[in-house]
C-alpha cells in the first residue's frame, strides 16, 4: 500500500478529491492533504509520500516549482498534476520534471481513479522487481500525448455551462471569479474560451442575458419595473435604468410603453 498527497490552494478541491476517490481500492493507504508548496514540502519532510496529486496553478509556489523542488530534492515521488490548464508549454514543464500524468478540471473522479490505479499497479510492479513494464518512458508524458489531452477540453461545453450559471443565478449579483469557482475553472481560461465560442466576453454576456430578459419581464405590466430589475439582478434601480437604457435604445418605461 502506498501513501498520497492531495495538493490545492482551494480546501474545497482538496476535500472534494479526498472524498471522491476509493483509495484502499486504488491501493493508497494514507492520503495527506495541503494547501500550499509550503505545507505540502512539511508534510512530504515527515512523511514517505509515493503520489502526489497537486493543482499546477497555486500562490505562493506552484505545482511545477513543488515537483521541481521534489526532483531536486532526490524524493522518488510520482506526481499527476490537476490543472484548468491544458496549454502546450504548461505540459512541456511537467514532461521534463517527469510527472507521471494529468487530469483536467472540472475533474472526471472515475478517471484519475483509474490513473492511480495504474500508476500503482506499476510501483508494485517495479518494487517486485519486473523490469519488464511497458516502456523505459512510462511515467512520463510525451508531446503527443499532451496535444491529444489539449483537444479534451474542447468536448467540454464551457459556453453552455456559463450560460446555464447566469440562468440559474439571474436574480443574483455575481461575477466572473464567482462563476468560475462554481463550475471549477481558472478565471482566465474560462474568460478566454467563452470569448472564443461565443465572440462576447461573459461580462457583456452576462448584461446581455439580463437585459434580454429583462425585456421578456416588461411585458407583464402587473410587475413593477424596480421588481423587474432586482428580478434581474439589479438592486440600484437608477442602474439598471441606465443600463437597459444604453444596450436597449430606450428606457424601461420607453420600452413597455411600446409593447402595449
Known amino acids: 500500500m502506498y501513501n498520497a498527497l492531495i495538493v490545492d490552494d482551494e480546501p474545497r478541491s482538496v476535500d472534494a478529491v479526498e ?4 483509495w484502499i481500492k486504488c491501493g493508497i493507504r494514507q492520503v495527506y492533504k495541503a494547501l500550499n508548496m509550503e505545507s505540502a514540502i512539511a508534510i ?6 509515493d503520489i502526489l496529486i497537486c ?8 505545482g511545477l516549482n513543488l515537483l521541481d523542488w521534489i526532483r531536486d530534492s532526490k524524493y522518488e515521488i510520482n506526481c499527476i498534476f490537476v490543472t484548468c490548464h491544458p496549454e502546450f ?13 494529468y487530469v483536467l478540471k472540472p475533474i472526471d473522479y472515475s478517471e484519475l481513479s483509474r490513473i492511480i490505479a495504474m500508476l500503482v499497479k506499476k510501483l508494485e510492479a517495479l518494487s517486485s522487481g519486473d523490469k519488464d513494464i511497458e516502456a523505459v518512458n512510462w511515467g512520463r508524458l510525451t508531446d503527443y500525448q499532451i496535444r491529444e489531452r489539449e483537444n479534451e477540453i474542447c468536448d467540454q461545453d464551457v459556453e453552455q ?4 450559471y447566469i ?3 439571474m436574480v443574483d449579483s455575481f461575477t466572473v471569479p464567482d462563476i468560475a469557482r462554481e463550475l471549477n475553472f481558472n478565471p482566465q481560461y474560462l474568460m478566454r474560451a467563452f470569448k472564443n465560442k461565443t465572440g462576447l466576453s461573459i461580462v457583456d454576456y452576462i448584461t446581455q442575458a439580463r437585459m434580454e430578459t429583462a425585456t421578456h419581464i416588461l411585458k407583464d ?16 434601480y437608477a442602474y439598471f435604468t441606465r443600463v437597459f437604457k444604453k444596450e436597449c435604445g430606450m428606457s424601461p418605461t420607453e420600452y413597455r410603453s411600446s409593447k402595449q
Open 19 to 22: 472524498t471522491n476517490i476509493e
Open 44 to 49: 512530504i519532510k515527515q512523511h514517505k509520500i
Open 55 to 62: 493543482d499546477i496553478e497555486m500562490p505562493g509556489g506552484s
Open 89 to 101: 508549454d504548461y505540459m512541456r514543464k511537467a514532461i521534463q520534471l517527469k510527472c507521471y500524468d
Open 161 to 164: 455551462k456559463v450560460k446555464k
Open 167 to 169: 440562468r440559474d443565478h
Open 221 to 236: 405590466t402587473r410587475i413593477p419595473i424596480k421588481d423587474v430589475a432586482f428580478m434581474v439582478g439589479y438592486s440600484d
